[in-house]
């Protein structure tokens, strides 16, 4: 973030510091005394790195490969460079705004931070996707489960009293339903553990659980299943406590095909060539967040999803420059009211 506000005042643009908490800040480019039709806007963190020997960036040819360079270090680049070129040639800013925000792999409060203080009626959200617009985005929920019970020698395991085994059999249940009833519901088991302390059956088990929802699938239905399934399990494990929370809910949505803005997209990526096949979008991103506060976000961006959290994670640069010259024809848009 040092780098970018640097980077951003050399270059002309008026960036200022949003604190998020005590340690961490989001950065916004804003126009004085217009107002603000359109928000770009990027998240720089990114997932804990795979290897801590080898994540930094490298270049071979087209390539460029290191940790976040899809998700999305590649599209916060190339917004900047679309206002960066649109100040040096106009020599101001355009009514819209430029967001660098944190904490998008985590609980989002970086883009919550921003619409506290910041409302637009639209934004272009920097993820990968291969240069085509997403106009609808899943929904997400995450869960996280919990079994209790007592601490014994392990050779006095009960699998009727044993948290780890009743856990396994939970979370076996969940996804045996979601692939038989909801399997257009994408579930990741992102964390399963319980304490490590030797030749014991272990008291407690926990275990995360993330649920990509399509936009038409209500979350709430979902959650009443999950809760469901839990409470009878937990009714046939005897000596088993457990407890079940939702610790997040974000609805997603879809946005019409149509309208002013829409169709100078359109334009935009057909007079680049690019075919027009309006995507949804599968994963959690900020647009979740933005989007309950009452903007719309369409999802555009260098970079493949697939990529995204890899190991090999990488982007074409050439791609990063394509998506800086469609972010400007969108800028000069915004400018004449074609958005």
Known sequence: MGFLQGYLKSRGLPVKRQEVDQHRHNLVVVPENQEIRLSFLGHVDTVTAYDLDHFACEENQDRIQGLGAADMKSGCAAMIESFVAFVEHQGCLPPAALALVVGEEEEGDGAERLVEDYHFPWAIIGEPTELRPCLSHYGYLEIQLRTR???????????????????????????????????EIVCNIRDLFSAGSGFVVQEHCEAWLD??????????????????????????????????????????????????????LRAILESRGSEWKPEVFRSHSDANRIWAAGIKPILLGPGRLEQAHAPNEFVSFQEVCRAAEIYLDILSAVVTGRW
């Open 149 to 183: 019970g007592m601490r014994k020698h392990a050779s006095l395991a009960s699998r009727r009293e044993n948290a780890v085994e009743i856990m396994l059999h939970l979370v076996i249940e969940i996804v045996g339903y979601l692939e038989e009833k909801r399997p």
């Open 211 to 264: 649920l990509h929802i399509p936009p038409t699938v209500s979350p709430g239905e979902i959650v009443g299943d999950m809760e469901e399934i839990f409470l009878n399990h937990r009714e046939r494990s005897s000596g088993i406590e457990g407890d079940f929370r939702t610790l997040t809910i974000d609805a997603g949505y879809e946005l019409p095909g149509k309208g002013p803005a829409v169709s100078t």
